[in-house]
């Protein structure tokens, strides 16, 4: 059993790392007003859209305990957040982490 755990962790390493090896390479040839780019781009937020949208109306784990309108006031008090902040990710994401504990906790 723990050699192929060894093997499952090799194998997805060496996948994700020539991803972004590949991804280093290639990056010099693209530019950033391209049709092409502006695409991932949007791809890459409308899938992080989609994760996000999935934590809120269908959490599994111990997030699926926590009553709706508890996450959707931390999520909402979160993008507040990201903009007073100059949209700054780590402050939002703290935040909502400690919100989300105290409001599961006290209410």
């Known amino acids: 059993m723990t050699n192929n755990i060894v093997i499952v962790i090799l194998v997805t390493s060496l996948a994700t790392y020539l991803s972004r090896f590949l991804g280093v390479i290639s990056a010099e040839k693209i530019k950033e007003t391209s049709k092409m780019f502006r695409w991932f781009n949007c791809l890459a937020y409308s899938t992080l859209a989609a994760l996000i949208a999935r934590m809120i109306f269908f959490p599994s784990?111990?997030?699926?305990?926590?009553?709706?309108?508890?996450?959707?006031?931390?999520?909402?008090?979160?993008i507040i957040i990201f903009y007073l902040t100059g949209k700054n990710l780590v402050y939002p994401t703290i935040f909502s982490g400690i919100l989300l504990s105290l409001f599961s906790f006290y209410l």
């Open 61 to 78: 784990g111990s997030l699926n305990e926590v009553d709706y309108f508890i996450r959707f006031i931390v999520v909402f008090l979160s």
